[in-house]
């Protein structure tokens, strides 16, 4: 028999054996920690410790903080004015004829509800948007740990097959001093020993790569190494694609957080609407005289929102809020286009390579 033929024999075999036996593996990786890590102790540090995370929780709690401003009316005005203080004097308290004391208040009609509601939306959207930043976290902790799996079970195999390959040569260099096999033979085996050398720095390559994007996502120092990763168990999914079609657009954070953007835009159209009805100014004074009996007053005020010269202000408003609607409602069609997309692609990915395992 050739020896590129014994060569490649033993190759499959022991790449078969090497897929069968993990347990004994890991004497042939010896740059990988002794300790096993699983999916969901890495899943679990990235979701404690990635700060994208924790940046989008922290930007839930400023959405809901904005949720009482705009219920909020503005704040009440208090002051005192004083009239007739002769020019001599500096003490209008003691010479002025009168001193009123004034409180008011602007009390807006119809605007602060459909404000709280956009507020609330807001909120509901940035929380979504948080679920979004979580659910691809968790997509590229999975895609980081298949690399690692790879990786380090190519590095078992290669380590095995340098060890056979290792005894062919030495095999065949013994043959060839006793006239068995040609020099050509020997020059071949030593050829495919340089190749898995060469491939094993690839993999090796691969494996730092893999492991910096682990510890990006986890915040850990970019040169920890990840421990021996666990087996992927091979799941099929017993959904249709039509059913994991429905099940995206039902449950989808960005196609949620989309529909929340525009019930905001739906509440900020209406605010914008009612900025045609005028606010009311209520203001009460106490006058107190130098002279004579203490009187008081009091006064309602209006603002005229329909004014030639400020009501293109509100108008405006109203046209841009109702393009925002309009355009987050084509933005949300677009979007469920795109994840039903996206499902399929990954199911017939999926599918694809279920048949290569079988």
Same mark, same amino acid.
């Given at each position: 028999m ?9 190759t499959?075999?022991f790449?078969?054996l ?10 042939q ?8 890590v ?14 994208a ?10 959405a ?21 203080t002769?020019?001599?004097?500096a003490?209008?308290?003691?010479n002025g ?12 009609l119809?605007?602060k509800?459909p ?12 929380e ?8 691809? $976290?968790?997509? @590229?902790v999975?895609t980081?740990y298949a690399? +690692?799996? !790879?990786a *380090?079970?190519?590095? /078992?195999? =290669?380590a ?8 062919i040569v ?8 006793v006239?068995i ?5 020997v020059?071949k ?18 494996l730092?790569?893999?492991?910096a994007?682990m510890n ?8 920890t190494?990840?421990p021996?990763v ?7 999914s017993?959904?249709?694609?039509e059913? $994991?079609?429905? @099940?995206a ?5 960005? +196609?949620? !957080?989309? *529909?929340?953007?525009? /019930?905001? =835009? ?52 109203a ?21 039903a997309?996206e499902?399929?692609?990954a199911w ?11």
């Amino acid at each position: 028999m050739r020896i590129l033929s014994v060569l490649f024999a033993s190759t499959v075999v022991f790449s078969l054996l090497a897929s069968e036996s993990r347990a004994d593996n890991q004497a042939q990786h010896p740059n990988a920690p002794d300790s096993t890590v699983t999916l969901a102790q890495l899943m679990k540090q990235v979701l404690q410790n990635n700060p994208a995370l924790q940046a989008s929780r922290l930007r839930i709690q400023g959405a809901e903080a904005r949720i009482p401003q705009t219920a909020a009316w503005d704040d009440p005005q208090a002051g005192v004015e004083f009239y007739a203080t002769p020019v001599t004097s500096a003490n209008p308290f003691k010479n002025g004829m009168e001193t009123d004391y004034f409180l008011q208040q602007m009390i807006p009609l119809g605007k602060k509800s459909p404000m709280e509601d956009a507020a609330r939306a807001n909120s509901r959207m940035v929380e979504q948007q948080s679920a979004g930043v979580e659910r691809n $976290l968790v997509a @590229r902790v999975k895609t980081a740990y298949a690399m +690692l799996y !790879a990786a *380090q079970r190519r590095l /078992e195999v =290669n380590a095995e097959n340098h060890r056979l390959l290792g005894q062919i040569v030495e095999s065949a260099r013994g043959k060839y001093s006793v006239g068995i096999a040609t020099q050509s033979d020997v020059l071949k085996a030593q050829v495919e020993l340089a190749k898995l050398e060469n491939e094993r720095s690839s993999i090796e390559q691969e494996l730092r790569a893999a492991e910096a994007m682990m510890n990006a996502l986890r915040a850990a120092p970019p040169g920890t190494m990840v421990p021996r990763v666990a087996e992927i168990a091979i799941h099929e999914s017993p959904e249709s694609l039509e059913q $994991l079609q429905e @099940r995206a657009l039902a449950n989808r954070p960005e +196609l949620a !957080a989309m *529909q929340s953007e525009i /019930e905001m =835009n739906r509440a900020e159209l209406t605010a914008s609407r009612r900025m045609k009805i005028p606010d009311l100014m209520l203001k009460g004074t106490y006058k107190q005289m130098r002279e004579g009996t203490d009187l008081w007053a009091a006064m309602i005020g209006f603002n005229i929102p329909i004014a030639p010269w400020s009501s293109g202000k509100y108008s405006g408003k109203a046209e841009e809020n109702e393009v925002n609607v309009r355009s987050g409602e084509l933005d949300l069609a677009d979007m469920r286009n795109m994840a039903a997309s996206e499902v399929r692609d990954a199911w017939t990915k999926t599918r694809s390579r279920l048949e290569q395992v079988r």
